[in-house]
């Protein structure tokens, strides 16, 4: 489990894949009206970036996988 981690941990993103990313976190933010400053949009951003760097390159399927994490999210 810690080898499969580290292994997708290092795949760096191009732009193109900051961008799906980033429209991706933003539309969840506003759906869910959080701040970029909340403790939440930190964890969203990180899981929106771990599911990218496993294989989901869709924006609208990061922005659906991301909305079903954030709202099991405690805080």
């Not at 193109?16 to 869910?32: K, P, S, Y």
């Amino acid at each position: 489990m810690v080898n499969r981690y580290s292994r997708t941990r290092d795949v760096s993103l191009d732009p193109d894949a900051l961008g799906t990313c980033q429209r991706a976190f933003d539309a969840i933010l506003t759906e869910l009206a959080i701040s970029r400053e909340d403790g939440k949009a930190e964890d969203i951003a990180a899981f929106i970036i771990k599911l990218y760097q496993q294989g989901v390159y869709d924006q609208e399927k990061l922005f659906e996988m991301g909305m079903t994490a954030a709202t099991n999210l405690k805080g």
